[in-house]
Every structure is written in C-alpha cells, then in structure tokens.
C-alpha cells in the first residue's frame, strides 16, 4: 500500500512539471514587490514554448498556496495582469484555460457617455456628448471630450465640471491655454473668451476584459479667430485605460494623449502657469480645511504651486465625513519638463474658501514649439483611493510606472 501511495506522489508531482511550461516572478523596486500592472512580452517567451493561441492558464503561487490569475493581451500582442506585491512566482500552464473569469472591467455608451466599470459599478466617464452650461449662462461654455465623474471605490464622487467660479471646468482635461497661430493668441481654455475649444470627434477603438478596459477617442483642438472659418489647430488621440487592482479600496487608470498640428507652420505653447498636461477640478466638498497634497518632493498645499514633481497625492474628506480618499497622480519621465512642473490651487484660492485644482502643466515655465505634422505624446497614471496613501506607495506606483517592472525566468 505505502510503495502504491508513493507512485501517487511521483506520478503527480512528474504531472504538475509537466503542465508547467515557464516559471518566473516579478522582479522587486528598490526591495518592494511592485502593485499594478505587469507587461509581459509574448514574443520572448516564446522560447520556452509558451503559445497563448493555446489559451494557457497562468497561475500564482505565493506561501503554498496557487490561484489562476486572469490576463489579457493587447492590441500590440503583449500580456497584461495585476500584481498586489508579495513574494509571488507566477508560471503557465499547457492545461487548458478553463478558469479565466469573466469580464471584469467593461465599457457601456448611452446618452453621449461611455463608462468604464469594473464588476458592474461605474467609476470613470468620458463624455463624448455635448454638455451645455446651466440656464442663462452663456452656451459659449458648451464642451465635449472630458472626464467626469471620476467615482471612488466607496462611491464618492471627485471630479466637477461647470462650478459657478470658472465654468469652463470640466472634470479631467487638459486643453493649451496660451498659445500662437499666425501671429495670433488662442486659448482653448478659457472657453468664454470665444477664441477655441476642444471637442470629441470619434472614437477610435474601445475594449473590455478581466485586466483592464480602455478607449480611444479622438478630439479636436478648434482655432476660431486666426482665419475666417474655424479650423483644427491639433488632433489629439486620448487613451484612457481602467486597471482592476483587485482591491476594494484603490483601481488605477492611465490617461495618454497624443496630438500633432495639421497647420503648416505647427503651433507655439507659450509658457503660462495653465494649459496642457492634465488638469482635474476637485469636488465642491474640498476645502482649504479638510484637504491635503503632498508631492515627491516633500511639497504640500501651501508649497507646491509652481514646483516640480514625479508625483502628487491629493487626499480630501470622505462625503460621509468618517474618513478620507483622494487621488495618486503620476508623470511618466518622458514627459516634457519632468519631474513635471504643477499648478495647485493657493489654500485661499476662490475668496478664502480653498477650493482643490491641480494639473500637471509641461508649458509653466518654457515655452513648447509643436512643429507641423509631428507626434508629441504625454503619460500620466492615477490611483483613485480609499483611506490614505503613504508615499512610500507612491514612489514604489511611480517607480513601476516609469520603469515597468521585467520579468526573472526560475529555472525549474
């Protein structure tokens, strides 16, 4: 009987080799397991004999334990899944892939907004309809191609558009606010000086799935007073893709634009303390009094206007006045001007109420010549929290972020 228990154990410890076909783990950032995404590239594990045509499982193994991991891969054919830290080693299995969950993170359009959502709850909008300004204010103001609402986990929700004080607000965006065509000042931002907007056009591609959903929208940067008829002074490709983190408390979402001027002498970006990058309109909730900043410089709200950072927190009180959440915003290092210039709102903003802005803003401090038909591209990630996040977080998000954690392959 013991000699028939033993072959068991050979026979299946032989089987479990055989149904692993390549074992790695991430590799640590400055001694920390990193939390967010990981990039696999398909191609150069191909190697080892890994063909996700196959539809493998990939598997985690962490203090004895082992769960299937769900992944999705891209349009440029590279492998994404989340890692939440641990001492992890991951590997594929040639058994075929029966327990890949379901589509977590999804996409709906209705009514002129797509939403990202992930187990159903709707945290993030883009709004691609046209949003018009409050009765009896000036339809000037009307906008498209924003983001808003941004939700937390518990349901708070951050963003604003059209607050009374500024209504050309909306959200998420980033329009250029002082720029040149032609010997003439155009700002986008400022819609209620009549000179230009940013509006959606199209949408260029959109997908769902158990790691991440996303879209692509195209916008267009309207020059109303340089010539006769209006005309497009930037087409702008904005990226926004949703991470399911698989935590309650925190998701994660990127925000890439790529934009180049169709005019054939390109367009200035004069340097203002506004315009460009990305802005985000806080909550009427935020006050001088119940919120906070903090920046990877060691900045906080009365300091931080006009610096440089890789990396912003902004924490508010909670609706329900129990606790606090806030936002994680990162700038990617090949950004312009990074460790990038920031705009934040002084703590008597807005006739002593403090009111919260921030924006990263690559145009503070120099000026930003857009050559004709050349791409410019800016990254920015943010991390939507509950409760608080401590900068050493933030440092080990930014470090993953800029330098994308790679793979060790363990030799079995």
């Not at 399911?244 to 925000?255: H, I």
Request: hydrophobic share 35%; with cysteine.
């Amino acid at each position: 009987m013991r000699r028939i228990f033993l072959f068991f154990l050979i026979v299946t410890a032989f089987s479990c080799a055989e149904d692993e076909i390549v074992r790695f783990k991430v590799r640590e950032i400055g001694g920390i397991s990193p939390s967010g995404p990981v990039m696999l590239n398909i191609e150069g594990l191909k190697a080892y004999g890994l063909r996700l045509e196959e539809r493998h499982s990939l598997i985690k193994k962490e203090n004895g334990t082992t769960i299937t991991v769900p992944y999705k891969t891209d349009q440029e054919g590279r492998l994404w899944f989340v890692q939440n830290g641990g001492k992890a080693s991951y590997y594929f299995s040639d058994t075929a892939d029966s327990s890949q969950p379901e589509s977590t993170v999804t996409y709906e359009k209705e009514d002129g907004n797509l939403q990202l959502a992930i187990d159903d709850r709707s945290l993030l909008t883009y709004r691609y309809g046209m949003t018009y300004p409050p009765q009896g204010v000036d339809s000037i103001f009307r906008k498209s191609g924003y983001v808003h609402p941004v939700i937390t986990p518990g349901g708070d929700t951050l963003t604003r558009i059209q607050p009374s004080d500024h209504y050309h607000h909306y959200g998420i965006w980033g329009p250029w606010t002082h720029t040149q065509i032609r010997g003439q000042q155009v700002d986008f931002w400022n819609l209620g000086d009549g000179k230009g907007t940013v509006l959606f056009k199209k949408f260029i591609s959109t997908t769902s799935g158990s790691v991440f959903g996303s879209f692509t929208a195209a916008q267009e940067h309207i020059d109303f007073i340089s010539k006769k008829e209006p005309q497009v002074a930037l087409n702008e490709n904005l990226r926004v893709t949703l991470f399911d983190l698989n935590r309650k408390d925190r998701y994660m979402f990127d925000y890439s634009t790529t934009f180049r001027s169709p005019l054939e002498n390109g367009i200035l970006f004069e340097a203002y303390r506004y315009g460009g990058g990305i802005g985000m309109r806080f909550t009427e909730r935020w006050k001088a009094d119940n919120c906070s900043v903090l920046t990877s410089e060691g900045k906080d709200r009365l300091t931080a206007d006009g610096t440089n950072a890789r990396w912003c927190v902004v924490t508010g009180e909670s609706s329900d006045r129990q606790g606090t959440n806030g936002v994680l915003f990162l700038s990617h290092p090949n950004n312009r001007m990074h460790p990038e210039p920031m705009r934040v709102w002084p703590i008597d903003a807005n006739g002593g109420r403090g009111d919260m802005f921030f924006e990263f803003c690559p145009i503070r401090h120099e000026e930003w010549m857009i050559a004709p038909e050349n791409d410019y591209v800016l990254n920015y990630r943010m991390v939507v929290f509950e409760g608080r996040l401590s900068a050493e977080e933030a440092e080990t998000y930014w470090q993953a972020f800029a330098y994308p954690p790679d793979i060790e392959i363990i030799k079995k």
